[in-house]
């Protein structure tokens, strides 16, 4: 009954490639958030989704795409893959009631060679 | 906008000894304030929460944290930690009316036996 799932955990890839990193709220929640966190374990939001629309988008590459096809999941698409993007990502969730009480995944650490 | 400092980078202590987790903030609107915690190899989870009341706030875990307002302060503190305490702390703001949160840097707890 986890809360917020990621997947995969692990994915390490090569430079150029396109990967896809798919995250699933059963909370009812209806905003979604992806966070980057590097290696010096600062954490930055990337975007966020309320109701399938995107309300926030830090300044990220284009080669990054979120894609929200209903309120429970939101995946993270990113092309051309570079050795920067090395990170952990993590999303989130929350609803109005609880706006303030963020939920998160258990994160997907992406290496990138 | 919102910015986040949170003074230590690393803090070790001996079990059962208090410790205290400093965290200053600046804002030009109301703020939202939060800790949370991240264990090795997780995700983020919420220890507390300042929404508005009380400036003396309890979470989980045995931790706390006051508001202050006039120093821009939001300090995390614990009577007496336990080795399980180890892990990253994580101070946010979230100004009013806004759905994003600004992270500090984090902060190593290391407890030593």
């Known amino acids: 009954d986890t809360a917020v799932s990621q997947t995969p955990k692990y994915l390490v890839t090569q430079m150029g490639n396109d990967k896809s990193i798919k995250c699933e709220q059963n909370?009812?929640?209806?905003?979604m958030y992806w966070y980057k966190q590097d290696s010096k374990k600062f954490l930055k939001i990337m975007f966020s989704?309320?109701?399938?629309?995107?309300?926030i988008n830090e300044t990220v590459p284009n080669r990054f795409s979120p894609k929200s096809p209903d309120k429970a999941h939101l995946n993270l698409h990113i092309n051309s893959l570079e050795l920067g993007d090395s990170a952990v990502y993590f999303c989130?969730?929350?609803?109005?009631?609880?706006?303030?009480?963020?939920?998160f995944g258990p994160g997907t650490r992406l290496t990138v060679t | 906008a919102q910015s986040v400092t949170q003074l230590d980078s690393q803090v070790p202590v001996f079990e059962e000894a208090p410790v205290e987790l400093r965290c200053n903030y600046s804002s030009s609107v109301s703020v939202y304030l939060f800790w949370y915690v991240q264990y090795p190899n997780q995700g983020l989870q919420l220890l507390l929460k300042y929404l508005s009341g009380s400036t003396l706030v309890k979470g989980i875990n045995g931790f706390e944290a006051e508001f202050n307002k006039s120093q821009t302060s939001f300090h995390l503190r614990k009577p007496s930690v336990h080795i399980s305490d180890t892990a990253e702390y994580f101070c946010?703001?979230?100004?009013?009316?806004?759905?994003?949160?600004?992270f500090g840097k984090g902060t190593k707890l290391s407890v030593i036996p």
């Open positions: 989130a969730s929350s609803t109005p009631g609880t706006i303030y009480e963020q939920y």
């Open positions: 946010a703001v979230m100004g009013a009316g806004s759905y994003q949160l600004t």
């Open positions: 909370l009812g929640h209806d905003t």
């Open positions: 989704y309320n109701n399938k629309e995107l309300i």
